[in-house]
């Protein structure tokens, strides 16, 4: 057998598992595809960095055992605690929630680069004309909702 073969995991099927699977409510499902994508992306930050997960409880003041439970995929983060091991890898909590299909998407941004200054005269745009724009005023604060929305505000 070759080694490309020995490292695949294998498909299997079963009617049993299709139904547990088919249970799960999709809310748990976004849950734990990104609990699993974290942990992958941090495990992916410490191996670039070549940091060990001991060296990484170290910096952080924590067990070794916490962070192999972080890297299980289970574990439900706090913003704080994404936010050290953001600091410690040397990267942003978004990067953390990426996957590497993600980060190596272009971005939709140009960014340019200005070499030489260029004075403008007239900063206003020849159509826009601030005088001749209606004033509003908020007569109440507007109502935010969440959730399910009634017809009637969608």
């Known amino acids: 057998m070759t ?26 499902k976004e849950r734990t595809k990104y609990r ?27 067990n070794p055992s916490e ?3 972080w890297l299980s995929g289970t574990h439900n983060f706090t913003i704080d605690t994404l936010t050290e091991i953001a600091f410690e890898l040397k990267v942003s909590i978004a990067d953390l929630c990426m996957s590497k299909k993600e980060m190596t998407k272009k971005p939709d941004v140009t960014f340019i680069q200005i070499t030489d200054t260029v004075s403008i005269k007239n900063p206003i745009t020849p159509w826009f004309d601030p005088s001749t724009m209606p004033s509003y005023a908020m007569t109440k604060e507007p109502e935010i ?7 009637n505000y969608a």
């Open 3 to 28: 080694m490309a073969k020995m490292n695949r995991a294998r498909k299997y099927t079963s009617s049993i598992i299709e139904e547990i699977l088919k249970s799960i409510p999709p809310l748990q």
């Open 67 to 69: 962070i192999t439970k």
């Open 36 to 62: 699993m994508l974290i942990a992958a992306r941090i495990d992916d930050y410490l191996q670039e960095a070549g940091i060990n997960k001991t060296e990484l409880a170290r910096r952080l003041s924590k």
């Open 145 to 151: 909702l969440y959730g399910q929305q009634n017809e």
